[in-house]
C-alpha cells in the first residue's frame, strides 16, 4: 500500500493528514469548515484514495489559513506515498458534467508544480467560505503535490456545482495518474528516468 502521513504545526493551524492511494474511497475529514469537509469527501471518495484529515485553525479570523495549509498537507501526503513516482501512469484527465455544470481536469504527476485556473464565480461565498479560497486550494495542492494542474471550468450557473465539478474532476484525473501501470512497474515514467526539473 502507498500510504503516508504529514503533520504540519504553526501558529495559524494544526493539521494531521494520512492517505492511502491505494484505497477505497474511505474518509474521515473534519476541519471546521463544512463546505470544505465536503469537498475532500467528493475528492477521496472519486479518487478512491483513502484520506482522514484532522485540522484544527484560526476559522475566527477566517478560512484562508485552514484552507490553504490542509492543502498543502494532502499535497505533501501524495508526494510522499508516491515516494520515486515508479510506475505510475503520470497523466490524468477527466470531463464532469453535472447538471448544467461542465468542467475538464487534467494533471500530470510531473513534479513540476504549476497550476493553470479558467474558474469563475459570481458569488463571494459558498456557505459561510469565500469562493476566491478555491483557487487557493488548488495552488497549495498542485505545489506540494508536485503536479502540473490545468482545471477549466468550460461552463454552469450553480456555483456549487461548478467548485464540486472541479474536486470531483481532480479526483477522478489523480486517480489515473496514480495508477500502476503493470508493463512498467519498475520505471519511472519520463525519459529522463527521474520526475521533476527541466522538460
Not at 51 to 61: C, N, R, Y
Not at 78 to 96: P, S, T
Not at 175 to 186: L, N
Request: with cysteine; net charge negative; charged share 25%.
Amino acid at each position: 500500500m502507498r500510504e503516508a502521513s504529514v503533520e504540519r504545526k504553526t501558529k495559524e493551524t494544526s493539521i494531521k493528514v494520512t492517505v492511502n492511494l491505494d484505497g477505497t474511497g474511505r474518509y474521515k475529514v473534519t476541519t471546521g469548515i463544512g463546505f470544505l469537509d465536503h469537498m475532500l469527501e467528493q475528492l477521496s471518495r472519486h479518487s478512491l484514495m483513502d484520506l482522514t484529515v484532522e485540522a484544527k485553525g484560526d476559522i475566527h479570523i477566517d478560512f484562508h489559513h485552514t484552507t490553504e495549509d490542509v492543502a498543502i498537507c494532502i499535497g505533501e501526503a501524495v508526494a510522499k506515498a508516491l515516494g520515486e513516482r515508479k510506475g505510475i501512469g503520470r497523466y490524468g484527465a477527466a470531463v464532469i458534467p453535472m447538471d448544467e455544470t461542465l468542467t475538464e481536469v487534467a494533471i500530470d504527476l510531473s513534479n513540476r508544480p504549476y497550476l493553470i485556473w479558467k474558474v469563475a464565480f459570481t458569488k463571494p461565498k459558498l456557505g459561510e467560505m469565500d469562493t476566491e479560497l478555491f483557487k487557493e486550494w488548488f495552488q497549495a495542492f498542485a505545489q506540494a503535490a508536485g503536479a502540473t494542474l490545468h482545471v477549466w471550468n468550460k461552463y454552469g450557473e450553480n456555483n456549487h456545482h461548478i467548485v464540486e465539478s472541479c474536486y470531483k474532476g481532480l479526483a477522478r484525473a489523480l486517480r489515473a495518474a496514480v495508477e500502476i501501470d503493470p508493463r512498467k512497474a519498475d520505471a519511472v515514467p519520463s525519459t529522463k528516468g527521474v520526475l521533476g526539473g527541466s522538460l
